[in-house]
């Protein structure tokens, strides 16, 4: 079996304008997100080409796309809109994907650093 590839892209950081309630989506909120991808690719053949790869950079700019144009209620909603994104962009190359998404400064009445929720293909 050959030597693959998996792709992290860790932390990226979003104000969106999603959530059930009014007011997040009026004023928005900071996003945190993780995506982990596991490819098909054998790292030992792409020789300096990216086109042989799955740029992170590419990665980044779809899901950002998605990100900044939802308005969706659930963050649920929202991971498997990047998944199909992605999946619709980079399907040769992707065996599985993870989101994981992190929102911070939640309307919950409690201590907490965030909350998060994982979606895996």
Known sequence: MADLLKVLLNNLRFHSHIGVYPEE???????????????????????EDLTKTLSYGDVYRATAAVVT??????????????????????????????????????????????VAIEVRD
């Open 25 to 47: 989506k009026k004023i928005g909120q900071d996003l945190g997100i993780d995506i982990s991808i596991e490819t098909n690719i054998d790292y030992q053949t792409i020789h």
């Open 69 to 114: 144009k939802s308005r969706v209620d659930l963050l649920e909603t929202l991971a498997y809109d990047i998944i199909t994104t992605l999946k619709t962009k980079f399907g040769a190359k992707i065996d599985h994907i993870q989101v994981t998404i992190r929102k911070f400064n939640t309307p919950i009445d409690g201590v907490l650093d965030n």
